[in-house]
């Protein structure tokens, strides 16, 4: 199993248990999330509770509750929405921090695509929801998600090189 690490912070942010589609010349990650439900255990013990005279809704779990797997798995930390302004000055310093970080193989790659993938997000800022890792490090990478045009489940964002591999 593979787990991706946060380069700044050291959080756990991904895993290859989530497929992912490189978007904007391999500087962009896409994951595709899903909405679960956690808690509720269903049972069947064979029994029709309707011509037992129970109840349809008998034996529903109260405490189940609504989750996006990536989020929970990853114990991801929502943020406060950013207007453009602030997040143009986030992008900013985070691109800053992390281009030392990219692998010298990649560096060409990243400066010359890393522009374009900005802009999309920057485009898409009011539908983002952003996401930092356990460790709540504000300076480490965002996870950003949104919901695609018609879709129930979220669609994570991931700076590619801003993820270190890991073996477990």
């Not at 959080?11 to 500087?27: C, R, V």
């Amino acid at each position: 199993m593979l787990v991706y690490q946060d380069l700044i912070s050291g959080d756990e942010l991904l895993s290859d248990s989530f497929a992912y589609n490189e978007i904007h010349n391999g500087i962009l990650w896409e994951v595709e999330g899903k909405w679960v439900t956690q808690g509720a255990l269903d049972v069947d013990i064979g029994a029709n509770p309707s011509a037992e005279g129970g109840e349809e809704d008998e034996g529903v779990d109260d405490q189940a509750i609504k989750v996006v797997d990536i989020v929970d798995t990853f114990r991801l930390q929502e943020q406060p929405s950013f207007d453009k302004k602030s997040f143009v000055a986030y992008i900013k310093k985070f691109i800053k921090t992390l281009t030392p970080l990219v692998p010298v193989d990649r560096q060409d790659e990243f400066k010359k695509n890393v522009e374009g993938a900005v802009k999309w997000l920057l485009s898409k800022v009011s539908d983002l929801q952003f996401f930092v890792g356990e460790g709540m490090n504000i300076d480490g990478t965002l996870v950003y998600a949104y919901y695609k045009e018609g879709k129930t489940d979220p669609t994570f964002i991931y700076f590619r090189d801003a993820l270190k591999e890991i073996k477990c």
